[in-house]
């Protein structure tokens, strides 16, 4: 028996995430079936500046997008990790580098045998080892050697972007491939015999029916939430930040190719280096600050004139119970929100579209996709969840009172467990379909000074002074490689200036 293809699908929302969705879905579907984006010039987008993590290279790989020429179009730069400052203590710093650290031997990975020389007195930091982090720290980048001998071929790269920008290039892409944007501001929607969404209306009086409806509507979730009544999973518990004020400045110096995110007393300060700009923003407690005092503390810590007035957003860290309700997906803010940390936003929106094109419904809308989906994003936003816990519970701070509840709250079990394994034996459990693997909880963990007391038995099958000397030299490739690297902003220049 022939399925019976989705015909009409409708996204509600602009924006970075409603883009994203209609690109990549017409992308996939091509003319089989008829995209419409509903959208009002009225509502405003959250964008206010984004970083990202790796896997967006792949998603523009995915549309056909031309790196280079996606890069001027955003006023982008190139990223090779995140910074933290003040973190564990005042005055401590480390990186989280998209890059491996070393190269594992004999089976057993790298961080181990660096371990045992540490215990023996070796100070040299495990950062060291890594191509990313000590390019990152010089101010070079050069894109990734596809010689996997090389080691300038074990780290990875994302970027810096202007998130509203991105979006408006997506929606030349999108609309190049047949997606018809609707001007217009939804103002009821209607439910089927099903419980599904049947159409919605807009404020013109326009009705829009659709089959499989795409709720990227942001925090609101006119869909998946005032409609369906989904219900939300809260996380502020472990996640108190509530609140971020952003502002825009002039860039005073080249642009680094790093995040940067800086404790301060009640969250935490990005910087995010563009081409033309720098974003900035101050994630906090309402609990433990003012927006006045807030407001304030970002201003005293940026650098350049202010070309922005500072703008507050709030929000409930948590996730929504279904991703997928009935005939309904949720993607972006719609679907939950997790605080900036680690450069996931736009991750998560490109993991739901990808995941819904994997799992594509037809019109029968067969629960067991349903339910797995909805498996598979919980699973997501859980893992997110945990790393992002994992920075503020493991702090040494006790200085204020926002680091004295993190460093003191409970946290899931799941990642009691990981941390007490990683104290005890150095070992990283493994969790399926991770966005967030060894090497990245290794940078954490370790950066946040948590330190294994012991190391894996078979590193003593190495001669101390041998692998004394083997680290040497793989210290010396990384040094000598970054040393022969051009600077970032040369890079930016060759390839990709706006």
Known sequence: MENQLIKKIVIVGGGSAGWM??????????????ISLVESDQIGIV???EATIPGIREFNQKLGIDENDFMRATHATYKLGIEFNDWTQLGDSYMHPFSYFGHDMNGVSFHDYWLKLNQLGDETPISAYSPGYVAAKQNKFI?????PKSVLSRYFYAFHFDATLYGQYLRQVAEKAGVRRIEGKVVAVSLNNAGGIKDVALESGQVIEGELFIDCSGFRGVLIEQALKTGYQDYSRWLPCDSAVAVQTESVAAPTPYTQSNAQAAGWQWRIPLQNRVGNGYVFCQQYLSDDEAIDTLLKHVEGEV???????????GRRNQFWNKNCVTVGLSSGFLEPLESTSIHLIQTSIMKLINL????????????????????QFEQVKNFLILHYKTTQRSDTPFWAYCKNMEIPEALSYRIELFKKTGQIARCDDEIFVHENWLAVLL???LMPE???????MIDTAQLK?????????????????????????????S
């Open 47 to 49: 964008g206010v500046g």
């Open 307 to 317: 070309l922005t007035e500072p703008r507050v957003l709030r929000f409930n860290t």
């Open 447 to 449: 950066g946040q000074k």
């Open 454 to 460: 012991q190391y894996h038995p078979k590193v003593d």
């Open 21 to 34: 969705t209609a690109a990549a879905l017409s992308r996939y579907l091509g003319t089989h079936c008829e």
């Open 469 to 497: 000397m083997i680290m040497q030299q793989m210290k010396g490739v990384v040094n000598q490689a970054v040393a022969g690297m051009p600077n970032h902003q040369e890079t930016i220049n060759r390839w990709c200036k």
């Open 143 to 147: 894109h990734p050697n596809q010689d």
């Open 360 to 379: 594509f419904p037809d019109q029968g809308f067969n629960q067991a996709d349903i339910d797995e989906y909805n498996r598979q994003m919980i699973e």
